[in-house]
C-alpha cells in the first residue's frame, strides 16, 4: 500500500503563483511515476504532469511553459510549482502514484483545491 498526503492548494488571483506538495509513503517500487492531475467543475479528470524515477517529465499542453513538476526519489516527494495561474486551472488537484510491477499499481492522494480567481 502507499500513503499519499498533498499540501499546498488554496486561492490566488489570476497570474499568481502556487506550489503542491505531495508526500509518498508505503511501498514505493524502484520503478514508479508520480504525477498530479486535476478534475474542474463538471469535468473528467485529466492529467497535468508525472515524473518517472529516471527524471523523465510529461505536461499537458494547457500547463507547459508555465507549470514545473519535480521529485525527489530519496524523499519519495513530488511538487508542482503552476506559475501564471488562470481561472480555468481551477480544480481539485490529485497527487498520484503508479508502481510499475508484476501489474499497475495506482494510488491517489485525498486532493487540494486550487482555486483562480479573475
Known amino acids: 500500500q502507499v500513503q499519499l498526503v498533498e499540501s499546498g492548494g488554496g486561492l490566488v488571483q489570476a497570474g499568481g503563483s502556487l506550489r503542491l506538495s505531495c508526500a509518498a509513503s508505503?511501498?514505493?517500487?524502484?520503478?514508479?511515476?508520480m504525477g498530479w492531475y486535476r478534475q474542474g467543475p463538471g469535468k473528467q479528470r485529466e492529467l497535468v504532469a508525472t515524473?518517472?524515477?529516471?527524471?523523465?517529465?510529461n505536461y499537458a499542453d494547457s500547463v507547459k511553459g508555465r507549470f514545473t513538476i519535480s521529485r525527489d526519489n530519496a524523499k519519495n516527494t513530488v511538487n508542482l510549482q503552476m506559475n501564471s495561474l488562470k481561472p480555468e486551472d481551477t480544480a481539485v488537484y490529485y497527487c498520484?502514484?503508479?508502481?510499475?510491477?508484476?501489474?499497475?499499481?495506482?494510488?491517489w492522494g485525498q486532493g487540494t483545491q486550487v482555486t483562480v480567481s479573475s
Open positions: 498520484n502514484v503508479r508502481n510499475y510491477g508484476a501489474r499497475v499499481y495506482t494510488y
Open positions: 515524473a518517472t524515477s529516471g527524471g523523465i517529465t
Open positions: 508505503g511501498n514505493i517500487f524502484s520503478g514508479n511515476v
